[in-house]
C-alpha cells in the first residue's frame, strides 16, 4: 500500500511564518506528526508532496522515519493546485502499488485505526473509501442573498476526513479525466464509481486556523 501525504499549505490562515506542515504542535511539525501516524498504520511506500522549495527541508523530516525500519519516503514537488500535487505523488510510487491513501498533513493526529478502516474497505473489493463522522450542527442550504433555501436531514451527512484510499487504477483515471473538484473521492464520484464512507474520528481534524492548533495541543496533552 502507498500513500500520498499532500503537505502543500501556507499556513496563512495559522497566522505563521511558514508554511502550515513546518509549524510545530508540542514542538513537533504538523508533517513530522502526520508522518509518524502513516509510518504507524504499516504502509509500504510514501510520497511526501510540498512546494519546490521545501523539498530538501522535508527529506530532512521524513529521511529518519523511512527505510530501512520504516516505509520507502520519496519527496516531491507539488503543483499549482491540489489534484496536480496529488497526481505528483502518484507518479513517484512504485508499480508494486495498487492501493493508494491519499492524506492531508494537517489532520497529523489521524488514528493509525482510522487508516486501517479504509484499508480494510479497499481489500473488501470497494473502489474508493473515505472516513467521515456524522454532521452534529443544524445544515442550512442558501440562496446567493442569504436566504434559507432548505435544511437537509443530517442523517445522510458525514463530514470526510483523510486518508481517503482508492484502488490506484481508479485514482489515476479519475485524476486524469480533466475533472476539478475539492478532494479526491469528488473525482472518483465524478466518473461513475461508488465510495464508501467508513468511521472517522473526532481526532482526526484538520488544523487550519490557531483555534485548531490549540486544540490539537489539548488533545495531544490529554
Request: some cysteine.
Amino acid at each position: 500500500m502507498g500513500v500520498v501525504v499532500v503537505a502543500a499549505g501556507s499556513g496563512r490562515r495559522l497566522g505563521a511564518d511558514r508554511p502550515k506542515a513546518f509549524v510545530e504542535l508540542a514542538g513537533v511539525t504538523l508533517l513530522e506528526h502526520a508522518l509518524r501516524g502513516v509510518v504507524a498504520a504499516g504502509v509500504d511506500e510514501v510520497a511526501v508532496v510540498v512546494p519546490l522549495d521545501l523539498v530538501t527541508q522535508a527529506e530532512a523530516v521524513a529521511a529518519p522515519l523511512g527505510a530501512p525500519t520504516g516505509p520507502t519516503m520519496t519527496v516531491v514537488a507539488g503543483g499549482a493546485e491540489r489534484t496536480d500535487s496529488v497526481a505528483a505523488g502518484l507518479s513517484v510510487l512504485s508499480e508494486r502499488v495498487h492501493l493508494v491513501l491519499v492524506h492531508d498533513a494537517a489532520r497529523c493526529l489521524t488514528p493509525a485505526a482510522v487508516f486501517d478502516r479504509v484499508l480494510a474497505a479497499l481489500e473488501r473489493g470497494a473502489k474508493g473509501a473515505i472516513p467521515g463522522v456524522p454532521v452534529v450542527d443544524t445544515i442550512k442550504t442558501v440562496d446567493p442573498d442569504g436566504f434559507i433555501t432548505g435544511t437537509p436531514s443530517r442523517d445522510s451527512l458525514r463530514a470526510v476526513q483523510t486518508p481517503q484510499g482508492f484502488r490506484r487504477d481508479v485514482l489515476e483515471e479519475a485524476h486524469a479525466s480533466g475533472v476539478s473538484a475539492t478532494d479526491d473521492a469528488a473525482l472518483v464520484e465524478a466518473l461513475g464509481h461508488r465510495v464508501l464512507v467508513v468511521e472517522g474520528d473526532h481526532r482526526s481534524l484538520k488544523i487550519t486556523t490557531p483555534e485548531d492548533l490549540a486544540h490539537a495541543e489539548r488533545l495531544l496533552r490529554a
